[in-house]
Nanobody, 124 residues
């Protein structure tokens, strides 16, 4: 059974940087595509970034492209989300999710398991 644990969320100011981590356990990490999603208060969960296990191909939502970077360390069974130039509208609970497929998907219902989430608040 796959378990995902996110960490790294905190209160930061606009323009700051922050790195989230997603620790994976329970199955062969390198067989799973990983996605980062976020959900702001009163809004639907939305895709942020994803990484495949084939050549570590990455995918980003338009709203974060150029500011966020997703990466994975297969030796540590961990996925990272480096977030730069944070904006107030990036405030949300961030979740990582795993799917037993080569590539990530932007649709939340295409993932097999989820972490509990970590809160990111961008405020001055």
């Amino acid at each position: 059974q796959v378990q995902l644990v996110e960490s790294g969320g905190e209160l930061v100011q606009p323009g700051d940087s922050l790195t989230l981590s997603c620790a994976f356990s329970g199955r062969t990490f390198s067989s799973y595509a990983i996605g980062w999603f976020r959900q702001a208060a009163g809004k639907q969960r939305e895709f942020v970034a994803g990484i495949s296990w084939i050549l570590d191909t990455t995918h980003y939502a338009a709203s974060v492209k150029g500011r966020f970077t997703i990466s994975r360390d297969n030796a540590k069974n961990t996925v990272f989300l480096q977030m730069n130039s944070l904006k107030r509208e990036d405030t949300a609970v961030y979740y990582c999710a795993a799917r037993l497929e080569p590539r990530p998907d932007w649709r939340p219902d295409q993932y097999d398991c989820w972490g509990q989430g970590t809160q990111v608040t961008v405020s001055s």
